[in-house]
């Protein structure tokens, strides 16, 4: 499976999970994979973009 290929199927995965979340049906443990990676990848992009950005706190 090439690199295009491996990426188009983790998007239809994503996709599937997401599916599943919304109609509130049964979660197989793949899905519970899938979303405890979904979630890691979100924590790290949040932990990237606060290290990146001043503290925007105001003290009034």
């Known amino acids: ?3 295009i290929e491996l990426k188009n199927q983790i998007k239809l995965e994503r996709a599937e999970f997401i599916s ?3 109609i509130d049906a049964e979660l197989s ?3 519970v994979q ?3 990676c979904l979630l ?3 924590l790290l992009k949040i932990q990237k973009n606060t290290k990146h950005k001043p503290n925007t706190i105001n003290s009034d």
């Open 1 to 3: 499976m090439g690199d």
């Open 20 to 22: 599943r979340l919304m």
């Open 29 to 31: 443990q793949r899905d």
């Open 34 to 36: 899938i979303g405890l």
């Open 40 to 42: 890691h990848e979100s």
